[in-house]
C-alpha cells in the first residue's frame, strides 16, 4: 500500500520504517518540510519519500495522523482525506503535557470534526514509542504478540489497519466504536501504554465489561 504519515517524530518515525519492512511504500512529512527528513530517508531506502503534509496526504491511501493533537494547523485541507483510511494516534495532550476537557467528547471525534468525511480509525496511541520500535514479533502467534488497540465506525477501514498492524508484527484489539472504543484508548485509561498480549487484552476487556455490568 501506499501509507502518508503525517508527523515525522518518535510515533511516525517508528511507524515509517515498520510499513517500509512490511513492503509498503512510505511518504513522511512535517511541518518543517521535507529537506529536514533527508537523514530520515536515507535511512528508510527507495520506498520512502520525503514530502509536504499536503502531498503526503495526497499519497497515502492510507494516512497516519502523528502530529501534535493540540495543533490542528497541522493537519491537511480535510478535502485531502475525505474518504481515504485515517489513523488517528493522536492523544490531547497540552503544551503543558495535561490533557484538554473535552467535555464528555473524545479525541478521536473532535478530530473527525476536523477532517469530516475520513474513514478515521483510533489506532497507535496507546503504545509507548519504545514499544512500537521494538516489540513486534511476526514469529509469534496473534494472540502471544504485544497489542494495538483499534476503534472506530467504519468496519472495512477497522480492517485495512488491523491488517496492517498484524503485518509489522502485532496484534489488533477491536474496543468498539469511534466513541466508546476511542474513550477507552484515551490517555489515563485502564489499557493505556500496558503491554498487554492480545489474549491478556481481551480477557481484561472482558472482566472491565463484567465490572461495568
Not at 472504543?181 to 463484567?210: C, H, V, W
Amino acid at each position: 500500500m501506499k501509507i502518508g504519515i503525517l508527523g515525522a517524530g518518535n510515533i511516525g518515525a517508528a511507524a515509517a520504517r515498520l510499513f517500509v519492512a512490511a513492503g509498503h511504500d512510505v511518504a513522511v512529512s512535517n511541518s518543517r518540510g521535507p529537506e529536514t527528513l533527508r537523514e530520515l530517508i536515507r535511512e528508510l531506502g527507495p520506498q520512502a519519500h520525503a514530502m509536504t503534509i499536503a502531498d503526503a496526504a495526497r499519497f497515502g491511501e492510507v494516512v497516519l495522523l502523528a502530529v501534535p493533537w493540540r495543533s490542528p494547523e497541522a493537519l491537511p485541507q480535510p478535502e485531502l482525506l475525505r474518504n481515504k483510511i485515517v489513523i488517528d494516534a493522536m492523544n490531547p495532550y497540552r503544551p503543558d503535557g495535561g490533557f484538554y476537557d473535552l467535555e464528555g467528547s473524545t479525541s478521536s471525534e473532535e478530530v473527525l470534526k476536523r477532517v469530516p468525511g475520513a474513514r478515521l480509525v483510533k489506532a497507535f496511541n496507546t503504545i509507548y514509542y519504545v514499544h512500537l520500535a521494538s516489540r513486534g514479533r511476526n514469529d509469534l502467534p496473534l494472540e502471544d504478540r504485544h497489542t494495538i488497540y483499534v476503534a472506530g465506525d467504519d468496519a472495512e477501514a477497522k480492517k485495512v489497519v488491523a491488517h496492517l498492524i498484524e503485518e509489522i508484527g502485532f496484534a489488533p484489539v477491536d474496543t468498539g466504536s469511534l466513541r466508546e472504543g476511542g474513550r477507552m484508548q484515551e490517555p489515563n485509561s485502564p489499557i493505556y501504554n500496558k503491554t498487554y498480549t492480545a489474549r491478556e487484552a481481551r480477557q481484561f476487556l472482558l472482566d472491565l465489561e463484567a465490572k461495568r455490568a
